[in-house]
Nanobody, 126 residues
Framework: QVQLVESGGGLAQAGGSLRLSCAAS????????MGWFRQAPGKGREFVAA???????TDYADSVKGRFTISRGGWNRVYLQMNNLKPEDTAIYYC????????????????????WGQGTQVTVSS
């Protein structure tokens, strides 16, 4: 059974940092692109960052470029380092995985992902 579990969310002050972690289990995610999305209250799910299966390609939403960094820790773990947090970063953050059959590409659209975690809450106070 494939499972993605996020951790590391919590409360931070504006300008602070948090590091989210996503642990994948149930199979080896060596041919899977990974992504982070977020959903704020009353809003739709929004792309945050994505990374290819090798970790060699990354993409970011304009709103987080220069502040967030996505990385992989082996095949089955992905991280999101969030620096200089802003109140508008407040949301539930979701980890996702997409089988890319060896293509070293990122996936930007949420509908393209095969598996999702349950989410972790990030709250940034001003």
């Amino acid at each position: 059974q494939v499972q993605l579990v996020e951790s590391g969310g919590g409360l931070a002050q504006a300008g602070g940092s948090l590091r989210l972690s996503c642990a994948a289990s149930g199979r080896t995610f060596s041919n899977y692109a990974m992504g982070w999305f977020r959903q704020a209250p009353g809003k739709g799910r929004e792309f945050v960052a994505a990374i290819s299966w090798s970790g060699g390609t990354t993409d970011y939403a304009d709103s987080v470029k220069g502040r967030f960094t996505i990385s992989r820790g082996g095949w089955n773990r992905v991280y999101l380092q969030m620096n200089n947090l802003k109140p508008e970063d407040t949301a539930i953050y979701y980890c996702a995985a997409k089988y890319t059959a060896g293509r070293d590409t990122t996936v930007l659209g949420w509908s393209g992902y095969d598996y999702w975690g349950q989410g972790t809450q990030v709250t940034v106070s001003s």
